[in-house]
């Protein structure tokens, strides 16, 4: 079932939980996020972010989501991920996004607010929900910082609680992403997070549900205490694609271990990788549950 990103938000409000949001940079992903949704009861959010378009393209990216969250049991949304470009974002919800995440963070706040507000007129004209960013984790999705750091090295900016709910009543947005903390890329260290920011963004935002970006490296522990707080979307890719290639460089060093002149096809990789990205959606998408019950029984 193809659902909004406004409604799973707003599932997620409803059962103190946080709804996990994987990217869409492979067909492996992909795949592995429908089937760990439909076998956990749990909703899941498929992204695809506007700086992956070299490696799969919007074209061909949105008929295969849209068209296998139609077919599936589970509550799947198809949401634009790091859009900082409007047309993008037009592309995106023509093809049947129900979902964008506008970037406006790296500009000044006026503009921020003005080009949201745009993409909230925009969303509006397809039922789609609107995510947008009050704030920086340092380094631009996509980057050259993919490497991250910590939160000072990287440059983040906590979010302004006092300027959060002047923002969502501005700019019209459904979801706001909020910086506490957390960096995009590798975390260097043990991330520290500020939860007295995020419950201090909460009241002043009458309950509109909180995104965490740049989850990687946070323990299940620190998830439990933001999703608390008020965190209803966690994007996780870094950790991953991580874990996924690993993976798969472990596969053809023992195969070429075993046998010096063995050939490691391509096709070789993809059920590891796979393989690799149903067990780690399937760990993020429990621990996000908080607790809660899964809410599609089969």
Known sequence: MLVSLRDVCSIAEQNNM??????SASLEAIR???EVA??????????????????????????IVTSLAERSSAQ?????????????A?????????GVMFDGSYLPYEQNVEYSYRAHQMCQEYGAGLECELGSMGSREGGESDEGGTAA?????????????????????DILACSFGTVHGIYKGEPHLNYEVLREIRKRVHNVPLVMHGGSGVSDEDY??????????VNYYTYGVKYAGEAACKMADEKRAAKPDSIVYWHDFTPVAY????????????????GSKPLNVH
């Open 153 to 173: 090295e990287a440059g983040a900016v906590y979010t302004d609680p006092d300027q959060a709910g002047e923002f969502i009543r501005d700019t019209g947005l």
């Open 76 to 88: 799947i949304c198809i949401n634009l991920d790091h859009c900082e470009h409007l047309a993008y």
């Open 224 to 233: 439990h205490k933001a999703i608390d707080a008020g965190i209803r979307k």
């Open 38 to 63: 439909e076998e956990t009861g749990y909703p899941i959010i498929i992204q695809h972010a506007e700086g992956h378009e070299d490696l799969i393209p919007l074209k061909y990216v949105a008929p």
């Open 32 to 34: 592995a996020a429908v």
């Open 90 to 98: 037009q592309r995106a919800l023509d093809e049947g996004f129900t």
């Open 18 to 23: 946080a709804i996990a949001a994987v990217n």
């Open 275 to 290: 393989e690799s990205f149903r067990n780690t959606f399937e760990h993020i998408v429990k621990v996000f549950a908080n």
